[in-house]
């Protein structure tokens, strides 16, 4: 039976399992959840995660949800997965595992917050909240401060690999939907980071030619929104 991966290409982690699923050979069905439109909230999502998220893997009788979870699930299950984006070394996994379990309370808690007061407010119409604005900004340029000065310290990619891993995959995924924001913010929040960045056009090499078609909806609604912004405040960008 097919492996079913529930997902939308505009949600950072439906991203890194789909470009995983297919640098890896793994064979399977692409369903297009649109959390735009809330059809995670419909009931027949939410029989199948009930916590109305993507992504989600349905294996044959097993469904499991969580990206990270579902990463490592992927890596182990399937034997033509190539090493080094879960290494079987215990000390190696373990260093894996450290960032994995630092992203979700860094790096992606400071991106969200970013995204949500400067992409998905405007879009709603609904005013900005420039408190929250301020203190995302400060997490996520924290995060990605330790980023730079810790995590990629030893190497192209995290915690001194040479080659990238899930949670590569994953890290980057997430930085990549800052894409969305202005050219100025975007510049401003990530241009001090030189090693942020090489890393990302590392990974992208590392994933090609997967990476760039698994992101062209995002790099697409990037272009609308922000024509769409610039023909509200009356500017070109």
Not at 13 to 30: H, Q, T, W, Y
Not at 138 to 163: H, N
Not at 216 to 229: A, D, I, N, P, Y
Request: net charge negative.
């Amino acid at each position: 039976m097919t492996l079913k991966v529930y997902c939308d290409r505009m949600s950072q982690p439906s991203r890194a399992i789909l470009i995983f699923c297919k640098m890896n050979g793994i064979d399977f069905e692409e369903v297009t959840i649109d959390i735009l439109k809330s059809q995670q909230h419909t009931p027949e999502y939410k029989a199948v995660n009930p916590m109305c998220q993507v992504p989600t893997i349905v294996d044959g009788d097993f469904t499991l949800f969580e990206s990270h979870a579902i990463l490592i699930y992927l890596s182990c299950k399937y034997p033509g997965v190539a090493s080094h984006w879960y290494p079987s070394d215990l000390i190696e996994r373990a260093k894996v595992h450290s960032v994995l379990d630092w992203h979700h309370a860094n790096l992606r808690r400071g991106s969200v917050g970013v995204i949500v007061n400067n992409v998905l407010l405007p879009l709603k119409g609904l005013p900005p909240n420039p408190q929250a604005a301020e203190e995302a900004e400060k997490t996520l340029e924290k995060a990605l401060t330790i980023l730079e000065t810790f995590w990629l310290k030893d190497g192209p990619f995290l915690v001194g690999r040479s080659q990238p891993s899930i949670a590569d995959l994953n890290l980057v995924s997430e930085i990549m939907e800052l894409q969305l924001l202005s050219q100025e913010l975007h510049d401003r929040l990530l241009s001090p980071y030189k090693k942020v960045l090489q890393w990302i056009e590392d990974t992208k090499s590392a994933t090609a030619p997967h990476f760039e078609e698994i992101h062209g909806v995002l790099f697409k609604t990037r272009k609308e929104f922000h024509e769409l912004m610039a023909t509200k405040s009356g500017k070109t960008e």
